[in-house]
């Protein structure tokens, strides 16, 4: 079992529709949580952090479930330019574990 | 501005050639990383480095070694490519958690 795991997808909503991602985690020990962008033919880019009290910006917000062991991604009001590949990254003794992220397609 | 480059956007060798991957980071950062990412398997680490003449072994570093002589730059070297290394090689710095990466070398050994 991958030690982040995430809905592949593609995602494919209408502009200004509200979208959620899920990612699970195995290692309990996993002590932060993020969530990176990467646009198509390029590099990843940091989109948030994750804390256990949930955090948001903007149309962004970020949740935790440690009980659970997973965190979700929410995104309202989608634009055209929200369309790209959302990797949910766990960290364990201060290495990133990627997951291979979910991949979201706004239309007009 | 934050900014980690690599040598080239894009390279072909030929099965048996050493190949060697640089990156250069400008933000003075301790942490560096490399990592290959294809498709269904995500980014995965090759070798990182928590400082100057330091490496580490990531989850994947058969086949490759990295060198690290100075602390804005990070090499990555295979000493004899083989087709499954064909990939996407990303290098990435990071202060604290966050990581910043480089544009990517897209790798393809024929």
């Known amino acids: 079992r991958k030690e982040v795991e995430q809905d592949p997808g593609p995602f494919n909503v209408p502009e200004g529709a509200t979208v959620a991602f899920n990612c699970t985690y195995s290692n309990s020990a996993s002590q932060s949580f993020f969530w990176y962008r990467q646009d198509c033919r390029k590099e990843p880019k940091l989109l948030m952090s994750?804390?256990?009290s949930g955090n948001e910006d903007g149309r962004f917000t970020a949740q935790l479930n440690r009980a659970s062991q997973y965190i979700s991604l929410l995104i309202r009001d989608s634009k055209l330019s929200d369309s790209a590949t959302y990797l949910c990254v766990g960290v364990n003794t201060d290495k990133l574990i990627f997951g291979t992220g979910t991949r979201l397609q706004v239309f007009p | 501005d934050v900014k980690v480059t690599q040598s080239s956007r894009y390279l072909v060798k030929r099965t048996g050639e050493k190949v060697f991957l640089e990156c250069v980071q400008d933000m003075d950062h301790e942490n560096m990383f490399w990592y290959r990412q294809d498709p269904g398997l995500g980014l995965r680490l090759i070798y990182f480095s928590y400082d100057v003449k330091m490496k580490e072994k990531g989850d994947i570093p058969e086949g490759y070694s990295v060198s690290r002589e100075k602390k804005e730059r990070f090499s990555l070297i295979l000493e004899s490519a083989s087709t499954n290394q064909t990939s996407m090689y990303l290098c990435?710095?990071?202060?604290?958690?966050?990581?910043?990466f480089g544009p990517g070398t897209r790798l393809t050994v024929l």
């Open positions: 990435a710095s990071s202060h604290y958690n966050e990581q910043f």
């Open positions: 994750v804390y256990s």
